[in-house]
């Protein structure tokens, strides 16, 4: 909440908040989303307005508002469109999709190994190299089961 | 400490908290669109002009001197173009999908440094912040193809899916060399620590980053999402006027965007002699586009299942190589004259990559275990 952040910038400038009340580098970083939830706010607000433009316009008269029903038809390269769009198919990349869930899970789970790997020395090193071969038994499995296939 | 946060403590001295919270933000935000808005012309204009000497012809050549004002003339066609929403579609989906294409990008700008000193925030989790924000505009996109009501618009949406899915691994197995390296994910620190570029000490993660995240930009060749000779033009079908205009925006956004990500991560961000910052920033991402449009140029497109071994059987395990070779170089080498591990380095890529388009060769795209 914007208020909050508010409140807080302010409690922390008035000395009512000192530093001490908070784990180093938490107020800033409680700031800096403020920022970025400010820009969420103003990238919504710019695209609208973008938007909101050509519809302005056309009230206005300017841009043409004639539509009929071929103009709203659904548009297959000039044939009618047969049957229904919005159906249940087999959209084939369903054992890709299983797959990247359990790994983009794992890379998540790579970075903070990553920032502290100098601190974590060989024995972090041994483990990633360990959780990977378990990995890897699970990878070549699909493989040759053929779920990296398109079919 | 940032230009805005200076800003901000100055601003501190004399006004209210909240208004000095809140106008750098302001500042930022509005340099931030008008960054983008600019750059997506610029590179509108220079694809054009570039594809066509490739192509041996003119390009747009006729609004302004050497048709520089074609982007602005495009422009104002498609804002005087009537709306168009399908009478079977979803109508509230339809009007939605192209803010959700575009808010993502716009965000990811918060985390590009694009000056010494000038990010609009620099969060200590700033590259997982852009792959996180960066991936939700394949949301958007599925959400055009969805609403329309077009057979042609829904597959390209569930091709642009498969293509992420798959591609989001490499692109995020090929960071993580970088972030090894520095030891931290802020993106201002990942600058402040290339006094070697990183494109020279790993250039097998800069090519995997960069061939992800074309796929991920959807340029060619991987831009099966909008294949025309296939799908016409995929998810964008039943859009005109500024809801298309919002989506080329988007998918130029994108490739500004991911131009910069590239040139902050491999190519040392705003770093350079003699020239100021900004001019450095600006050559390198020009640079970086123009590489993209060679090989729009060049490469043909591929097909799916093509598409699809490529990301899993071949771009998956170079990134994993690539992460460990890294790793151990960090931990066990990481006092050895640069040169040396530069030519360690482009020794493994070009190993590794000879090897892996040898198994494809043999396997024609389906290699088996």
Known sequence: MPSDIFACFFFF????????????G???????????????????LFTILL?????????????????????????????????????????????????????????IFLYPWAVNLRGLGLFGFIAMVAFFIILLVGYVYAWRKGALEWK | MTLLEQFQLWLASMWPDWAAYITPAIVGILVIIIFVLTMVMVIIYFERRFMARFQIRLGPNRCGPEGILQPIADAIKVLFKEDIVPAKGDKLVH???????????????????IHK????????????YVVAISSLSTVGIYMAGWAANNKYALISALRTIAQMVSYELPVVLSILGVVLMVGSLSMNQIVDSQSI??????????????????????????????????IIAGYH?????????????GEYGHAVAYSCIITTLFLSGWRGPLLPPIIWFLIKIMVVFALIVWIRSTIPRLRVDQLMAFAWKCM??????????????????????PWIMIAVNFAFACALVLLWSKLFVLGGGRVEV
């Open chain 1, 13 to 24: 400038r008035h000395g009512i908040l000192s530093p001490q009340h908070f784990e180093p």
């Open chain 1, 26 to 44: 938490a107020f800033t970083v409680l700031a800096d989303y403020g920022y970025v939830g400010i820009l969420l706010v103003a990238a919504i």
């Open chain 1, 51 to 107: 938007l909101l433009i050509p519809l302005t316009l056309s009230l206005l008269g300017v841009v043409p508002r004639k539509s009929n029903p071929v103009k709203t038809s659904t548009y297959e390269c000039g044939l009618e469109t047969i049957g229904k769009t919005w159906v249940q198919f087999n959209f084939r990349y369903y054992l890709f999709a299983i797959l990247f869930v359990a790994l983009d899970v794992l890379t």
């Open chain 2, 95 to 113: 009007w939605i999908a192209p803010i959700v294409v575009f808010v993502p990008i716009l965000m990811i700008f918060a985390v590009v440094p």
């Open chain 2, 117 to 128: 000193g000038a990010i609009l925030v620099d969060l200590n989790v700033g590259i997982v």
């Open chain 2, 197 to 230: 570029p990183f494109i020279l000490l790993q250039p097998l993660g800069f090519i995997i980053f960069f061939l992800g995240t074309l796929a991920e930009m959807n340029r060619c060749p991987f831009d099966l999402l909008e294949a025309e000779s296939e």
């Open chain 2, 237 to 249: 079908i039943e859009y005109s006027g500024m809801k298309f205009a919002l989506f080329y925006l």
């Open chain 2, 316 to 337: 998956l395990p170079m990134a994993v190589i690539n992460l460990f070779i890294v790793a151990a170089e960090v931990l066990w080498l990481p006092e050895v004259f």
